[in-house]
């Protein structure tokens, strides 16, 4: 059986943003999978997917400071600036961390670590609503 689905997440501030809840609220289609898999793209080119760790929120503060020394903005060497100092810097970071996770399906539940949540990245300081896509592919009860 396969299901896909796209919609919208909540605009979101410049960071790294747990989105688990907010995307299972979106499949209730998930609770009919014995067995499978679930695909998640994100169809933007300056904010990225990430799996990290749920429960500890300076997990991602400290994500947003890495990635923030590792790719700095305002380089003179950057190009690309057409919408912004924090253009080049997103697409960069996106690159690094991706645009899509693949999550695997048990009894109607993603088969994620405990300490495990799914991460909206977002790159821009004004990103706005970001649109997903999610593929389930699998056996159905």
């Excluded at 919609?7 to 790294?16: D, E, K, Y």
């Excluded at 080119?45 to 429960?55: D, F, H, M, P, V």
């Excluded at 997990?59 to 003179?76: G, H, I, L």
Aim: net charge negative.
């Amino acid at each position: 059986m396969w299901t896909q689905k796209e919609f919208s997440l909540t605009a979101r501030t410049r960071g790294f943003h747990l989105i688990t809840d907010e995307i299972l609220r979106q499949l209730p289609e998930l609770a009919s999978y014995k067995i499978g898999l679930l695909n998640i793209l994100l169809k933007h080119t300056s904010a990225s997917l990430t799996i990290n760790e749920n429960a500890d929120p300076t997990v991602r503060k400290d994500f947003e400071s890495f990635f923030n020394r590792a790719v700095p903005q305002d380089e003179p060497y950057y190009l690309h600036n057409d919408e912004g100092s924090d253009d080049l810097p997103a697409h960069l970071k996106a690159s690094i961390l991706g645009a899509s996770v693949n999550i695997p399906i048990t009894n109607g539940r993603l088969n994620l670590g405990i300490w495990q949540g799914i991460y909206l990245c977002e790159h821009r300081n004004h990103g706005g609503s970001r649109t997903l896509v999610a593929t389930l592919q699998g056996d159905t009860f």
